[in-house]
């Protein structure tokens, strides 16, 4: 007979007495969580499993029960508080403690060794000892714990203000909730989440059957998976986590060492991470590892190499926004060989053609293609690619899929050469050659294919960032008869989707409930948004930074407007034409108006006139900011951030390492300021 204080083994399930102890209960759930903890830190970490899936499972059970019977014995570092958070609605901002910085890339052996020339010289030694890792082809986040226990998470953001994904990090089992050894104080965890190539195939093919989103590589779909407003989503896509680095470096002297004490705290580090005595070890390192890239059962696009010793770290400091002691290794984009089945013409939402080759489908870079850009008519005939071709595609940047040209030892005779159409594939109008020779042009603003990308690009994620709206969707909208532009999806209903392919009461509800949610935009957003010919993001940016408000612009005659956007660099005679005929054609003015009326409110920007009528000129690297912030930070004041230095120009800033402009302004008489200086005068 049991004790009343004993278990029941009821169907595999261990139940507890209701008469156990506070304390009784307390004991069993620290003991039933250190197994676990162990048993984790074994599969997940070691990967080197002790006990059957049967006995874990039986094992956090009987924790999940005791725990339901002492819900305030629960805290947060239990194995059972991984999953099941409420969802979230939004991701809370944080600012990191310690910017989150980008390394510069060495693409080839030359720049590797310059590299070190440049190490060399700045720790006036022969021989570095460097500590070569994996570059893992992942989303980077930050973890903060405290008195060895996990309190936020955070991903990188700009470097300098990341989200808050604490409840997804929590689901990744590689990531320790409670550190294996005591640590006092606030300690900062920098690493890598990444999404096994194994579970990347298995996402797309779920999502394949279920019609939903196909991500384009494992790095794309990690960081999503990451930005789950649902952690139980994060929870299914397998992730995992690798640490690189940690703020506390007391206890050890080198990157090697830091490595090692970070696997004895409980985290997964970079695989065969080894320390270099000199360039030639760099070098065979960065080889074998690209080499062997393949046998990893995760994405990688590079080797990192450090200079190992912390101190040597300190003294050789940062350019700009990324570490001097640090180096991206770039891998040479993975090529695959596969055959050109077709080529098709794409019609842009500016009436651009573009060829596109169909081809049979090859794994590259850890993702399926099955198409390829060719660019342009030039393009094609540059590089000779016939539909029938063998041809060498990769991705370009590990993202974009291009083929690099045809294997003309394969050819047969029975290869088709192809011509652009006279006109338009979609519409049937006579297409237009622009002076260059190169682009075609379908100059139909009627055209259907125009239409939809149009309206594509408007929701698109650097535009007004709907969610759930996608170009099958937009397509369905259309052909239904639901939207004639952009500023009808704000008048859309749950009802109206109701009826479409795919969309159920709760899909057509998100549709709805995201569409509400991004009425608010920036105005570089909104001008980005809508579809300006030859405006860019920057370009946007620009305009809104220049204008500062939406009234401000319309309310420019085309000759004022002409002769205002002279005045702002980067933007040159082609580009101004374009912005003046777009504000001044009826039906652009027409949506602008349909947009605001359906209750888009525009985020105008503040501008100071502060550095109004001067101009500046940057050169070298900076220390304090990249040169993109602080030429951001001019605009904002009023003042005019440019590339060429002139006898007009105000300022050239000279950071370190200056170019050929510093020598340009001394001979013209410009005034030349430090980084420091620049930063008084814009009052940072």
């Given at each position: ?8 083994l ?16 307390n004991k ?11 048993y ?7 990967d ?20 339901s019977?002492f ?8 194995p ?17 403690s ?7 890339n ?25 500590c ?16 060895g ?13 990341g ?8 689901t ?17 965890i ?8 194994e ?5 797309n ?9 196909i ?10 998976s990451?930005?789950?407003?649902d952690s139980?989503i ?9 640490a ?7 206890s ?20 065969g991470y ?15 590892a690209?080499?062997?890239?393949e046998?990893?059962?995760f ?10 010793d912390?101190?040597e770290?300190?003294k050789?400091?940062y350019v ?32 651009a ?5 169909h081809?049979k489908?090859v ?11 060719l660019?342009n ?9 016939r539909i029938?071709d ?5 991705k ?8 690099v ?16 159409p006279?006109t ?8 237009i ?23 594509v ?21 259309i052909?239904?008869?639901l939207?004639e532009?952009?500023?009808?999806l704000?008048?859309?209903t ?7 392919e ?6 057509a509800?998100n ?6 949610s991004?009425k608010a935009?920036?105005?570089n957003?909104?001008?980005y948004?809508?579809?300006i ?27 004022a ?7 702002i ?7 101004a034409?374009s ?5 001044k054609?009826?039906?652009?003015i027409h ?11 525009i ?13 500046f000129v940057?050169t070298g ?7 993109e912030?602080?030429?951001e ?23 370190e390492?200056?170019g050929?402009k510093?020598e ?9 300021i430090?980084?420091d200086?620049?930063i ?5």
């Open positions: 007979m049991w004790h009343y204080k004993n278990t029941l009821v169907r595999g399930v261990f139940l507890y007495n209701r008469y156990m102890t506070t304390i009784e209960a069993k759930i620290s003991e039933l969580r250190k197994r676990i903890e162990e984790n830190y074994q599969y997940y970490v070691l080197e499993p002790t006990v059957t899936d049967e006995e874990y499972d039986r094992i956090m059970r009987q924790l999940i029960d005791v725990e019977r819900p305030d014995l629960v805290t947060p570092d239990s059972t508080q991984r999953v099941g958070a409420t969802p979230s609605k939004k991701f809370s901002q944080v600012k990191h310690i910017p989150m910085l980008s390394l510069a060495a693409m080839g052996e030359d720049e590797l060794v310059k590299w070190d020339e440049r190490v060399q010289k700045g720790l006036g030694e022969k021989t570095v000892t460097y070569g890792e994996i570059k893992f082809d992942g989303a980077s986040v930050s973890l903060t714990y405290r008195d226990l996990l309190l936020e998470a955070a991903t990188r953001g700009d470097g300098k203000v989200e808050d994904i604490t409840a997804n990090i929590k990744i089992p590689s990531v320790p909730l409670k550190l294996r050894e005591q640590m006092n104080g606030t300690v900062v920098r690493g890598e989440v990444v999404m096994p190539k579970s990347f195939e298995k996402l093919l779920k999502a394949e059957a279920e019609g939903t989103k991500f384009a590589n494992p790095r794309n779909a990690a960081a999503g990451l930005r789950q407003l139980k994060t929870s299914s896509r397998h992730l995992e986590f690798f690189y680095s940690m703020s506390d470096t007391r050890v002297a080198t990157q090697k060492e830091a490595l090692d004490f970070l696997a004895s705290l409980g985290f997964k580090v970079s695989p080894k320390e270099l005595h000199g360039i030639e070890e760099v070098v065979a390192f960065c080889a074998s690209e080499k062997n890239r046998k990893l059962p994405q990688v696009d590079g080797a990192v190499i450090k200079v190992s912390f101190e770290q300190e050789l400091g700009a926004r990324s570490p001097r002691w640090a180096v991206a290794y770039k891998f040479e984009p993975e090529t695959q060989e596969t055959v050109v089945e077709d080529i098709e013409v794409q019609v842009g939402r500016t009436g053609l573009t060829p596109v080759a081809v489908p794994k590259v870079a850890g993702s399926l293609v099955s198409r390829a850009t660019h008519k030039s393009e094609i005939a540059r590089k000779d690619i029938g063998h041809v060498v595609i990769r370009a940047g590990e993202v974009i899929p291009e083929i040209g045809p294997l003309l030892a394969r050819r047969t005779g029975k290869e088709k050469k192809f011509a652009m006279s338009c594939p979609v519409c049937g109008t006579k297409a050659e622009e002076e260059s020779g190169i682009i075609m042009r379908c100059p139909n603003p009627g055209c259907y294919a125009r239409h939809f990308e149009s309206i690009h408007f929701v698109s994620r650097s535009a007004f960032d709907i969610e759930h709206v996608g170009p099958a969707l937009v397509e369905q909208l052909e239904q008869k939207i532009d952009a500023a009808d704000f008048s859309l749950q009802g109206d989707l109701l009826g479409l795919r969309m159920a009461e709760k899909s509800h549709v709805i409930a995201s569409i509400e991004k935009v920036t105005l957003r909104f001008l948004a809508l579809g010919p030859n405006v860019g993001e920057q370009t946007a940016v620009d305009l809104a930074t220049h204008y500062g408000d939406l009234d401000t612009i319309l309310a420019q005659d085309k000759e407007m002409r002769a205002d956007l002279d005045g660099y980067g933007i040159g005679e082609k580009v034409v912005i003046t005929t777009f504000f054609e009826k039906k652009n949506v602008i108006e349909k947009l605001l009326k359906v209750g888009i409110k985020q105008n920007v503040q501008v100071s006139s502060a550095l109004s009528g001067k101009s940057i690297s900076l220390t304090k900011f990249s040169r912030v602080a030429e930070e001019i605009r904002k004041r009023g003042g005019k951030a440019g590339s060429a230095v002139s006898r007009d120009t105000s300022f050239v800033v000279v950071g390492s200056p050929s510093y340009k302004a001394q001979k013209l008489g410009v005034a030349i430090t980084e200086e620049l008084k005068m814009l009052g940072m």
